[in-house]
């Protein structure tokens, strides 16, 4: 659990709930300016003029969305904090405070603790967003972190699923179905881990993969890229489920149709090789992997010249009447029926 096996074990019961809010949040710093007031009284107070507030929270819980066993506690508190600032991103928002809840079991000493924090606090500094309260309680068993981000948004810029009009170009930043092939690795290894302990693992090859998955990053830039492009997105979602499932979101919500393109697909050639060895079907990875945490988009097809060359983004398919369907055009030229299978669907399928 702790990275630092030798380290010493402080057991929570003897630090009392107030000691542990204490020392886990003291000098944490307020660096907003709609931040009014953070931690340290009943409740938070922000202003944002006349600005939109969005908040999204997530939940995570251990053995259901995390295993301790190969995840360190300083990146589970990094991707629990991004994950949630990922949803704030796909409302086209600037996220700018989170708070922070956690349910602990005593198996956690306080310094595993500390580790979680520091991987919130790094998140919450490379994001710029404040920490401006939470809650602190004990569980039965496991652990339980519940996130709730915060940001700021003009209302013209706010851009909800709903919106994409049936001749919209459909757009996905970064690419697509690396952290679902991190994840297999990580498996391969812990199992490999198991029958030889002494065996030092060689993961070079698949350190791309292995971060998407450990370390997620939400794309904030994103807004600020679209807006220097002067484009103004017509719908938009973040890639948690996976490809597939969040195109027939859009889909369904702006009630349209969709062709999607095979070919246009942007995969990274770490996840082509690794598919290769695991020989599993890379565009079923890129459609339902989930947990890329890209943004996926749909603008006006007039905006096609303003986005094109930007290697940012992808153009990977287009907006159709809804009577159409959502479909994946392959490169074999034939039409497949997207389905929404989502973040277990690869599993499933064997
Ligand atoms: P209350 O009794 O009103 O719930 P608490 O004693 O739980 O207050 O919390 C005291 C202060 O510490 C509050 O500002 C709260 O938001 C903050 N806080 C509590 N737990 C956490 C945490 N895990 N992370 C960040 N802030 C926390
Ligand atoms: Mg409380």
Redesign the pocket.
């Known amino acids: 659990m702790l990275e630092d096996k030798n380290q010493e074990r402080t057991s929570l019961s003897s630090m009392g709930?107030?000691g542990l809010?204490d020392h886990?949040?003291k000098d944490?710093e307020i660096n907003q300016p709609s931040t009014l007031k953070?931690?340290?009284?009943?409740?938070?107070v922000l202003d944002f003029k006349d600005k939109r507030t969005v908040i999204s929270t997530d939940m995570l819980v251990e053995g259901v969305h995390f295993d301790l066993a190969y995840m360190p506690l300083k990146h589970l508190g990094y991707k629990a904090v991004v994950v949630n600032l990922s949803d704030i991103c796909a409302m086209n928002a600037k996220p700018t405070q989170i708070?922070?809840?956690?349910a602990v079991s005593n198996r956690f000493p306080l310094e595993a603790l500390e580790e979680l924090y520091s991987g919130i606090r790094h998140a919450a500094k490379v994001y710029d967003v404040d920490?401006?309260?939470?809650?602190?309680t004990s569980s039965q068993k496991g652990l339980i972190i519940s996130i709730t981000a915060i940001g700021e948004a003009e209302e013209a810029d706010i851009t909800y699923r709903v919106g994409a009009t049936d001749t919209d170009l459909l757009v996905v930043s970064g690419d697509v179905g690396a952290a679902y092939m991190g994840l297999q690795v990580l498996d391969r290894e812990k199992e490999v881990f198991k029958v030889n302990p002494n065996n030092q693992p060689d993961l070079e090859a698949y350190d791309y993969l292995i971060e998407r998955q450990l370390k997620p990053e939400a794309r904030k830039d994103v807004k600020e890229l679209l807006k220097a492009l002067e484009i103004q997105p017509t719908a938009m979602i973040d890639i948690s489920d996976g490809l597939s499932s969040e195109i027939l979101h859009l889909c369904k919500q702006s009630n349209v149709g969709c062709n999607l393109y095979e070919d246009k697909i942007p995969l990274d050639p770490q996840l082509i090789n690794v598919c290769e060895e695991f020989n599993i079907d890379i565009t079923t990875v890129a459609l339902n992997g989930g947990e890329d945490y890209e943004l996926l988009f749909t603008i006006k097809m007039e905006d096609f010249e303003k986005i094109k060359a930007n290697p940012n983004f992808s153009i990977i398919g287009h907006m159709t009447q809804e009577s159409e369907g959502a479909h994946l055009i392959t490169r074999a030229n034939t039409k497949i029926a997207l389905k929404a299978r989502g973040w277990n669907a690869i599993n499933d399928e064997e």
């Open positions: 709930e107030f809010i886990l949040t944490i953070g931690i340290g009284d009943d409740a938070a708070t922070v809840s956690i920490i401006v309260g939470g809650d602190t």
